[in-house]
């Protein structure tokens, strides 16, 4: 089956810029998505067909795509941005498929 | 501003059926923009997709699940549902439902989720 692979964690200090990748063979021909979760809420979507941000979300979040991989840039962390990030996208079959989340810490 | 709410029992023992509604406000689940779904989230685990359902009913499963998910969609009601049949401990979760716009778009609206605990 289809997977895409993000690390486990990331960290950085308030400020800095933190990025997540997000790697997956049918990338290049298939939108990645992008949530943030807090505990004990609901995901929320941050990006949106690779690039796109939703109203309401920061500037400082932003994503990327190159070949199988995508990213996730937050730039000026903020200790609020401490979360678990997930991405999102489908195979050719138009199966919904998510990362298994990176944990980023704010040190 | 578009609201799912998510309903259903806690506690479901084993080789049951869990049931759970999705009541959308603040929008129709008619409209033809968007398919409705379910995810879940096992304890300190990450997302797995469950399925989705269109207004008209079209419904698209996970292969890995598909044997064992019926959703179904009460237009009347503005409500859509999952059943997941012969449940195990491996099904116990935080289900949540959430909107989709489009067939291969991302989740713009989601429930705040439910926990399901399969126990005897």
């Known amino acids: 089956s289809y997977e895409l692979t993000q690390p486990p964690s990331v960290s950085v200090s308030p400020g800095q810029t933190a990025r997540i990748t997000c790697s997956g063979d049918?990338?290049?021909?298939?939108?990645a998505y992008w949530y943030q979760q807090k505990p004990g809420q609901a995901p929320v979507l941050v990006i949106y067909?690779?690039?796109e941000r939703p109203s309401g979300i920061p500037e400082r979040f932003s994503g990327s795509s190159s070949g199988t991989t995508v990213t996730l840039t937050i730039s000026g962390v903020q200790a609020e941005d401490e979360a678990d990030y997930y991405c999102q996208s489908a195979d050719s079959s138009g199966t919904v498929v998510f990362g298994g989340g990176t944990k980023l810490t704010v040190l | 501003q578009v609201q799912l709410q998510e309903s259903g029992p806690g506690l479901v023992k084993p080789s049951q059926t869990l049931s759970l509604t999705c009541t959308v406000s603040g929008g129709s689940i008619s409209s033809g923009d968007y398919y409705w779904s379910w995810i879940r989230q096992p304890p300190g685990k990450g997302l797995e997709w469950i399925g989705y359902?269109?207004?008209?009913?079209?419904?698209y499963y996970n292969p890995s699940l598909k044997s064992r998910v019926t959703i179904s969609v009460d237009t009347s009601k503005n409500q859509f549902s999952l059943k997941l049949s012969s449940v195990t401990a491996a099904d116990t979760a935080v289900y949540y439902c959430?909107?989709?716009?489009?067939?291969?778009?991302?989740?713009?609206?989601w429930g705040q989720g439910t926990l399901v605990t399969v126990s005897s």
């Open positions: 049918a990338l290049p021909k298939q939108y």
């Open positions: 359902i269109y207004y008209s009913g079209s419904t």
């Open positions: 067909k690779d690039s």
């Open positions: 959430a909107r989709r716009l489009g067939a291969a778009a991302g989740f713009d609206y």
